[in-house]
């Protein structure tokens, strides 16, 4: 898949080729991969507003997580708990369209909210293999074991220097997503990588 068409990738210092995305190590121990074009927006509502809260179930079938680092699953949306008034949603492989106007347009009669697109603003990275909680405990504080952190739990880190979301995928630790700023994203691959190579 080419993504050169939209906006080159913040990583294509570590492309194989023009054009190709970010595919490194081995399914058996431990892989990264790039997450190209995911459609993302942050969203500020108050979490009590009942006409926020329908308009998103009905336009989404979200409903937005009131517990904190949690995550809701709606129709090709899952929105990622931030803050008290705070989500990032993110959209599914599958989504087509700009997701922070769609939201916009269904909370159109809600009397006080903030909606930004932040898919151009951050990069997507998925790291798998049974070797990926080690590379992430290489530079991560969290408790990464499954008894602490668990599908459908979202938090907000580090990785060494960057600022990163983490998602957890699958019940054993063995899967995960990285949302990390644009600017940040090539130094995270590379010590993602790096981590890789040491493990």
């Excluded at 998103?56 to 708990?81: K, S």
């Excluded at 151009?120 to 990275?125: E, K, M, R, V």
């Excluded at 990785?159 to 979301?165: D, G, R, T």
């Amino acid at each position: 898949m080419s993504i050169e068409t939209l906006q080159e990738s913040p990583l294509a210092g570590l492309h194989d080729a023009p054009g190709q995305l970010l595919r490194r190590g081995d399914e058996a121990s431990v892989r990264l991969e790039e997450q190209p074009l995911i459609e993302l927006a942050n969203l500020r509502v108050d979490p009590a507003s009942t006409p926020a809260r329908d308009a998103l179930h009905a336009a989404f079938d979200l409903d937005l997580p009131a517990t904190p680092n949690t995550v809701a699953q709606g129709r090709d949306v899952m929105a990622l708990w931030l803050a008290p008034d705070e989500w990032l949603l993110r959209a599914g492989e599958s989504w087509r369209g700009d997701l922070a106007g769609q939201v916009q347009a269904a909370l159109a009669d809600v009397e006080l909210f903030a909606v930004t697109n932040q898919g151009s603003a951050n990069s997507t990275l998925r790291l798998h293999g049974p070797k990926s909680r080690d590379v992430l405990n290489a530079g991560c504080p969290l408790d990464l074991h499954p008894r602490m952190f668990k599908p459908g739990q979202c938090a907000q880190s580090h990785y060494f220097k960057a600022s990163v979301l983490l998602r957890v995928l699958d019940s054993q630790g063995n899967d995960w997503e990285l949302i990390v700023r644009r600017s940040f994203a090539d130094y995270t691959a590379r010590m993602l990588l790096d981590a890789m190579d040491n493990i």
